[in-house]
Structures are given as structure tokens and as C-alpha cells.
């Protein structure tokens, strides 16, 4: 089983940058495919980034393509969500999850970093 923590959240001016991370324990991530999502208050949770286990692509939802970059450091076992351009629409709290294939649901849940963009 595989545990997640979030970290990297703040509070950031609209145009700026943040990098969350989230590290994994107990399995190595790179048995996994990894997610970013975000949940907006008052909104449902939604996938805004993937890893894929095999073969190396990447999703991104088309709000944040060509804004947010995800990565992988199997070595240090961690994900990045690297987030540029902010917008205040971006404010939500940020999850890590990861699922065993490259399909199905995430199983494994981070307890989420706070994001707060201001205008």
C-alpha cells in the first residue's frame, strides 16, 4: 500500500508559480500511475493531471495545458505538479493520488494542499 503527502500549497498573486509535491512511501510510485486533482469550493473534485505507469504520457485537463507540468522522480519517489500563470480560478485544495493501472479508479489519496490565488 502506498501512502501520499501533499506539500508546496500557499498562497500566490494571479501570473505567479507554485510546485507541489507529493511524496510517496511504503511502494515505489513507479508501480503506479499518478494524479493530480482539485477541488474548488462548492465544486466537484476533478482529475486536472495524470503520470501514466506505462509509457511515460501525460494527461492534462485543458484548463491548465501549457500552464502545469507533471513529473516523476522515481528516485526520490515523488511527483511534482509544477503550476505557472496562475489564475484565481486555479484556487482549490490540490490532491496526490495514485492507481494501480493505467485505467480504473485512484485508490490511494493524499490529504490535499491548500492553493489560494489572488487576483
Known amino acids: 500500500q502506498v501512502r501520499l503527502v501533499e506539500s508546496g500549497g500557499g498562497l500566490v498573486q494571479a501570473g505567479g508559480s507554485l510546485r507541489l509535491s507529493c511524496a510517496a512511501s511504503g511502494r515505489t510510485i513507479s508501480s503506479y500511475t499518478m494524479g493530480w486533482f482539485r477541488q474548488a469550493p462548492g465544486k466537484d473534485r476533478e482529475i486536472i493531471s495524470a503520470t501514466y505507469r506505462s509509457g511515460g504520457t501525460t494527461y492534462y485537463e485543458d484548463s491548465v495545458k501549457g500552464r502545469f507540468t507533471i513529473s516523476r522522480d522515481n528516485a526520490k519517489n515523488t511527483v511534482y505538479l509544477q503550476m505557472n500563470s496562475l489564475k484565481p480560478e486555479d484556487t482549490a485544495v490540490y490532491f496526490c493520488?495514485?492507481?494501480?493501472?493505467?485505467?480504473?479508479?485512484?485508490?490511494?489519496w493524499g490529504q490535499g494542499t491548500q492553493v489560494t490565488v489572488s487576483s
Open positions: 493520488a495514485a492507481r494501480e493501472s493505467d485505467s480504473g479508479r485512484y485508490g490511494y
